[in-house]
């Protein structure tokens, strides 16, 4: 199922946000779940702080936990003065009208981090990439997402230069994998090309990507946006 709305002369208002939100969960109705929402970092240009404030007013005091990961990939840890900027908010709405809602850092070299959930097989591999490559990669994960009943991707879509489009499944790898995927995904995206990769919907490098994630056992939603400017 997909909902959604775009215009080309302007951007969506607030209003229409909220019944993209709506619709989405009327259709998948979270009431009771413990819910993990991944967003990039400040890496990344996207209206978090408004897409932040709808899905707390659309699940707060219906599932039984709402929390954050932000997806960092190899990136650097964000302190809080930077999480708060991220998602739009003063400290004092963090610490008050927000308690309950936990954000977390992914921290990618931290083995104790991860969770081994499969293994794409070097004939997959050597399938997938045209001959390109031929080894086993095995597929980590933060195991933090098997906490929750609900996974939720929340980011923009963009041109990128290793993966042909940013956005989806690229959350969970690299943005939230171990070393593992995050390194072979990048070799093999060298190897090919950023003028070959970037701009083109199907490359290897997503079709690798789309099959790690198709080892995640859980219920996995996107909300994705496309940004002006």
């Known amino acids: 199922m997909t909902v959604g709305k775009g215009v080309t002369d302007r951007v969506l208002s607030e ?13 998948h109705d979270m009431t009771g779940k413990r819910v993990l929402i991944i967003v990039p970092d400040s890496t990344r240009s996207a209206p978090l702080p ?3 404030r709808l899905l707390f007013e659309a699940l707060a005091g219906k599932v039984a936990a709402l929390d954050y990961l932000i997806a960092l990939g190899t990136h650097m840890v964000m302190g809080e003065p930077q999480i708060n900027a991220l998602l739009g908010l003063t400290p004092e709405e963090r610490a008050n009208t927000y308690a ?13 981090t991860f969770k081994h959930i499969g293994t794409i097989s070097a004939a997959e591999i050597e399938q997938i990439t045209g001959g390109l490559m031929s080894m086993d990669v095995p597929v980590t994960i933060n195991k933090m997402l098997f906490d929750y009943d609900q996974v939720i991707i929340c980011g923009p879509t963009f041109p990128h230069e290793v993966v ?8 969970f790898f690299p943005g939230v994998a171990g070393p593992e ?3 072979f995904s990048h070799w093999l995206g060298a190897v090919i090309t ?12 997503r079709n690798v990507i789309d099959r790690a994630a198709s080892f995640i056992d859980l219920p996995k939603l996107c909300f994705s946006m496309f940004v002006k400017g």
């Open 15 to 27: 209003a229409e946000a909220r019944e993209i939100v709506s619709q989405a969960f009327a259709a």
């Open 164 to 171: 042909g489009f940013s956005g989806g499944n690229k959350y």
């Open 181 to 183: 995927v995050i390194n």
């Open 100 to 112: 309950s809602v936990n954000v977390f850092n992914h921290e990618w070299n931290v083995p104790e």
């Open 194 to 205: 950023n003028w070959k990769v970037i701009g083109t919907k199907y490359t290897p490098v």
């Open 50 to 52: 408004s897409m932040f």
